[in-house]
């Protein structure tokens, strides 16, 4: 005991409380040690438990770490705008040899994209999402860019695009981030986002396909088809046959098709049972918003399974998702009737 007192140990109530005189800190990699300013000196073990250990996981959002002229490790908070030597992550720090978790992680319906990818350090990845300049798909580019990711919009309106862009870098003026022209409704525009793409010499890990239509009256696109068919699943068709090369050589990679849990509400085939090529792209006497809209998600849903048959042994994964029941976003925009369902559904739905 009285060589717990001479060390300062005997006040401290817990095993993990540091003793007085001494000081947590962590090295850039994210090891621990300990400094006795008493002694001025520093060591990998705590005082009190031998323990040695680590800090879990990335720094949460918003925070950034640099080293200051005597190569001490400092943290910037660019919320509170302040810094700090403390690791933010000290609070969660595991043992040198931890026990492998037997559960895993669990997320459901109130989970962000940012607690999703919280720890995840997506530095040297490209991205590029469609429709990334509003709802889903701005939370996606959002949440990749403050990551670490470099993150291109693929955005119909370019000033919208470039609006979303400075709303990413206000929040954190280092993401990379840049809007690039993608007309669905134009496979011409399709072609001409791949070739510029590709002029870039960039790899290219994350391909989301975002945007879609909802509920617009019937018109044909510069290509002669219909547009709720050609936007949500003909134009993202064509951009990955184009952008595939990319893929393959960035492997492990991954396309991502935002589809929805409504695809099981149509059907695609004749009575006979074969594909009926009239239905995906319907004539005005027989088209219908809300069913143009299933098959183009069912569409979607066949397309992602077969890419990933195709692509998976060469290092390419493709996934379809549905984004959660009743999500509210801009989807509703195109006519007054189904923006007026979603403001009385309003009160039940998830927000971005």
């Known amino acids: 005991m009285a060589a717990l007192k001479y060390a300062g140990l005997e006040d401290t109530d817990s095993e993990e409380e540091l ?3 001494w000081e947590e800190r962590t090295t850039k990699d994210g090891w621990v040690y300990y400094a006795n300013h008493l002694e001025e ?4 073990e ?5 323990k040695r250990k680590r800090v879990a996981g990335g720094l949460p ?3 950034e770490q640099e080293t200051d002229e005597n190569g ?6 660019h919320i509170n705008k302040r810094t700090t030597y403390l690791d933010p992550r000290l609070a969660f720090t595991v043992e040198d040899n931890p026990v492998k978790p037997t559960t895993r992680q669990k997320y459901d319906g109130n989970s962000t994209a940012m607690e999703i990818l919280q720890g995840r ?4 990845r490209v991205a590029v999402i469609t429709g ?10 959002k949440s990749l860019a403050l990551h670490g990711a470099y993150v291109i919009l693929a955005c119909r309106n370019m000033s919208r695009g470039n609006d979303a862009v400075q709303r990413i870098l206000t929040e954190w003026h280092k993401a990379k981030v840049e809007a690039m022209t993608l007309d669905l409704a134009s496979l011409h525009s399709v072609q001409l986002f791949a070739e510029a793409f590709k002029s870039k010499n960039m790899p290219l890990h994350i391909l989301i396909c975002n945007a879609a239509i909802f509920g617009v009256p019937w018109c044909l696109t510069e290509d002669d088809l219909e547009s709720t068919f050609q936007v949500n699943h003909l134009g993202h068709f064509y951009l990955v046959q184009l952008l595939e090369d990319v893929l393959r050589r960035s492997s492990p990679a991954r396309v991502v098709v935002v589809s929805s849990e409504s695809h099981r509400f149509t059907e695609i085939k004749d009575n006979s049972g074969k594909l009926d090529f009239s239905l995906l792209s319907p004539s005005k006497k027989e088209y219908w918003a809300m069913l143009a809209y299933n098959r183009s998600k069912l569409c979607n849903i066949l397309f992602s399974n077969e890419l990933n048959r195709r692509l998976a042994p060469h290092g390419v994964t493709s996934n379809a998702v549905h984004p959660g029941n009743m999500m509210y976003s801009s989807l509703h925009r195109s006519w007054w009737v189904y923006t007026l369902l979603f403001t009385l559904a309003r009160p039940f739905t998830k927000s971005m």
């Open 19 to 21: 003793p007085p005189g």
């Open 41 to 44: 000196k520093t060591q990998w």
């Open 46 to 50: 705590h005082p009190k438990s031998g």
């Open 61 to 63: 959002y918003g925070w």
């Open 72 to 77: 001490q490790v400092y943290f910037v908070d």
């Open 121 to 124: 350090d997506l530095s040297g």
């Open 132 to 141: 990334a300049n509003s709802g889903i798909g701005f939370e996606t580019a």
